[in-house]
């Protein structure tokens, strides 16, 4: 299996930063993508960020130029920057990896952490 913990989140006044970051471990064999996506109540969860292990990025568009994703492939940590926070960015925030471990092929969870934007 492959486990996987997140920290960083919290409460921020809007325009602050907040920085998240995702470990992964367990039987892992190989990381094809790790990334970041958002659930806010009411709503579906949406794809915030993702890196591929190549680097190939992509981001939603709320979130351009405000957020930014990065990995460290030896150390299966993947991290999200996000600059410039906005009340509307408020939401669960999961981690998500792609991955083949020794159980299985595919998609990886967090247990999510909660970002607010709030004043």
């Known amino acids: 299996q492959v486990h996987l913990v997140e920290s960083g989140g919290g409460l921020v006044q809007p325009g602050g930063s907040l920085r998240l970051s995702c470990a992964a471990s367990g039987s892992i064999l190989n990381i094809y993508y790790m990334g970041w996506y958002r659930q806010a109540p009411g709503n579906q969860r949406e794809l915030v960020a993702r890196?591929?292990?190549?680097?190939?990025?992509n981001y939603a568009d709320s979130v351009k130029g405000r957020f930014t994703v990065s990995s460290d492939n030896a150390k299966n940590t993947v991290h999200l920057q996000m600059d410039s926070l906005k009340p509307e960015d408020t939401a669960v925030y999961y981690c998500?990896?792609?991955?083949?471990?020794?159980?299985?092929?595919?998609?990886?969870w967090g247990q999510g952490t909660q970002v607010t934007v709030s004043s």
């Open positions: 890196i591929s292990t190549g680097g190939h990025t």
């Open positions: 998500n990896v792609g991955a083949l471990s020794l159980v299985r092929g595919g998609d990886y």
